[in-house]
């Protein structure tokens, strides 16, 4: 069995440490663990690694959050992946920091990443593990606040989020997405 595991996020070093990043934030980190190096590939920085006999594929796209349907559609198509082995790791500002939701579909939620897959792909029905990442600021401050860098009190709280994310993914490709909501969607 074959899965695709996406992080979202923007490329470049401005971006690196940013709220918004947390989808290759978390990749990395998974990656990492499982000793899965990241290659430059088309439209996506892609790694592999094998887990309980699944097949797992990541990728971080190279196109910039808001065209990453593109990166998605393209590597669905490349490595015979259907819509439903699919799991896209996403920021959430409705969610508070550190929450984790795992969703088999649903809306963009006025995500731009998401909004692009769903166009891409065709609809919304796709599973996405939603990551908190607060909503602490002003009126009319969203972009900044998604796009700022994380505080330190964040920094030291983030990896055991997500290792939690981890294991999520982990569950999602093993026994499979109800089972895996029901034991860590909270």
């Known amino acids: 069995m074959k ?11 401005e971006y690196e440490l940013t709220r918004h990043n947390v989808g290759f934030l978390t ?19 892609t790694a592999d690694y094998k887990f309980k006999s699944r097949q797992i594929h990541l990728i971080k796209p190279t196109t910039y ?13 490349e490595l015979k992946i259907s819509k439903e082995n699919i799991l ?22 006025g995500h731009n ?10 609809g919304q029905n796709y599973p996405r593990l939603r990551f908190g990442i607060g909503d602490d600021f002003p ?17 030291d709280e983030l990896p055991s989020f ?13 026994i499979g997405i109800n089972m895996t909501m029901s034991q860590f969607n909270s």
Request: proline share 2%.
């Open 65 to 77: 959050m808001n065209l990453s349907g593109k990166a998605v559609n393209y590597w669905m198509k």
């Open 113 to 122: 990443g998401l909004k692009n897959i769903e166009t891409l792909t065709g």
């Open 139 to 155: 009126k009319g401050k969203q972009i900044d606040y998604v796009l700022g860098r994380w505080s330190q009190k964040e920094i």
């Open 88 to 109: 896209v790791v996403v920021d959430d500002v409705a969610l508070p920091f550190g929450a984790l939701r795992l969703r088999a579909k649903g809306s963009s939620a």
């Open 3 to 13: 899965y695709l595991i996406i992080g979202l996020g923007n490329i470049g070093p």
């Open 162 to 174: 997500m290792d939690k994310a981890i294991d999520m993914i982990h569950g999602f490709c093993t």
């Open 27 to 45: 990749l990395d980190r998974l990656a990492d663990k499982m000793g899965a190096s990241w290659n430059s590939n088309r439209l996506a920085f």
